[in-house]
Nanobody
């Protein structure tokens, strides 16, 4: 089992930036696909950005294209989500998820291990 811990959330004004971090322990990190999800209360979790050995880096929703970027540092067992030009609709709890393998899937059921989430609030 992988322990996943997110950090870096907070309150930011529209147009601002945040960088989220996700560290996984207890595994061969490079063998895992890492995916960021976000969730607004009452809604399902939405896949945001994924990194895998096969797919590289990819964003899922059109709404974050050109604004969000995922990267990873295998030496630090950490994946990052750089979020720029933030909008109020980006508000939510951001979760990091890990799945053994090399393919990015968007459905949460493909990911075995999840962090506790970090709150991102975009508000003036």
């Amino acid at each position: 089992q992988v322990q996943v811990v997110e950090s870096g959330g907070g309150v930011v004004q529209p147009g601002g930036s945040l960088t989220l971090s996700c560290t996984a322990s207890g595994t061969v990190f490079k063998a895992y696909t890492m995916n960021w999800y976000r969730q607004v209360a009452g809604n399902e979790r939405e896949a945001v950005s994924c990194n895998s050995g096969y797919d590289g880096s990819k964003n899922f929703p059109q709404s974050v294209q050109g604004r969000f970027a995922i990267s990873r540092d295998n030496a630090k067992n950490t994946v990052y989500l750089q979020m720029n030009s933030l909008k109020p609709e980006d508000t939510g709890v951001y979760y990091c998820a890990a799945s053994v393998g090399y393919v990015c899937y968007d459905l949460p059921r493909f990911y075995e291990d999840w962090g506790q989430g970090t709150q991102v609030t975009v508000s003036s």
